[in-house]
Structures are given as C-alpha cells and as structure tokens.
C-alpha cells in the first residue's frame, strides 16, 4: 500500500494527538501532587480543604474532589485552578473564612514545572516527585495570606467570609 501525503498528514495529527493526551496527563498527574504537596507542606485537614474550577470570568466554582473537573489549560498555556481552604480562629470552630486562590503551572519543553498564584507575575519551578522545592512556592502564598490578614481591614458580617487571592480581573 502506498503511503500518500494525506496518510502522512493524518500519521502527523494522530502523533501530535498522542504527544498532547500525554503532556494532559503529566499535567493532571502533576496537578495532583501540588494539591497532596500543599495539604502536606500547611497540615490542612481535609475537610478545611475544597476545590475549584476558574471560570471564564474568573470566578470559583466549586468541584467534586477529583483535579479533572478543576483544571483547565488557557490560552495563556497555563493550567488553572483554584483551591479553598476554609480558616477559623481555632480549628473547626466560627466563625470561619474560606479563602479562595487562584493557582497556575506549566509544563515547558524541558519538561521542567513552573507554578505561581495568579497576580503573581513570579513564577517558582518546582521538581516533580520532590518536597522540598515546593517549599520557596508554599511559603510565598503563605506570607501573602499572612500579609493580607495584616494589612486589610477584615469585615466580618457574618458567620462566614470570603477572601480570594490570584483573583485576576
């Protein structure tokens, strides 16, 4: 059988098809390990913790507990989600505060990672499969979270509140 240009052309999308469901699974394998990575790294209880997916206009929307329906690649090519960790004077105690981040990484040519929260133009490349390099990224937002309950004036007019850092406008 002849190989024709179209059977060419069709060899090359279903090789461009098959690089790209790989580089989807990486990402989504590697998403999985910043959400168990920032769970480890501040000790979140599990029901402290919740998952969102970024609309298009930016906005949380809360997703069952599975990465796949909370991450979505951009046309910034950046994978994004967010993530919400519900905080209280003591724990699981009111009034509470859920705060909403918005997270982003890539994945390069190098196969090397790349995170940062979305009004962060700093980006922290992190090795996969290991700890500590999340450790520069993890400590950044917390201090953000730290800074932004020092420097603003919290309302609290309820019993529960909503702060969102990353939110992008």
């Known amino acids: 059988m002849e190989i024709t240009k179209f059977h060419q052309l069709c060899a090359a999308y279903d090789n461009a098809q098959n690089n790209f469901e790989e580089y989807k699974k990486d990402c989504h394998l590697f998403s999985i390990e910043i ?3 920032l769970k480890a790294y501040y000790n979140i209880p599990e029901s402290q913790f919740s998952l969102f997916k970024i609309s298009e206009q930016k906005g949380f ?9 909370a991450i979505s690649l951009e046309q910034d090519l950046y994978w994004h989600f967010g ?7 003591a724990p699981e105690t009111l009034p509470e505060e859920l705060i909403l981040i918005h997270l982003m990484f890539r ?8 995170v940062k929260y979305a009004n962060s133009e700093e980006e922290f490349e992190v090795k996969k499969g290991n700890s500590s390099s999340y450790q520069l990224f ?19 007019v309820g019993e529960k509140t909503t ?5 992008r406008k």
């Not at 929307?61 to 329906?69: K, N, Q, R, T, W």
């Open 138 to 156: 993890f400590d950044f937002l917390f201090n953000l979270i730290i800074t932004s309950y020092n420097q603003q004036l919290q309302h609290f």
């Open 107 to 114: 994945k390069n040519e190098e196969n090397k990672y790349f």
């Open 61 to 69: 929307e809360l997703v069952p507990d599975a990465l796949i329906h």
């Open 163 to 167: 702060r969102k850092l990353g939110y």
């Open 35 to 37: 959400v168990r990575e």
């Open 83 to 89: 993530v919400g960790l519900t905080v209280c004077k």
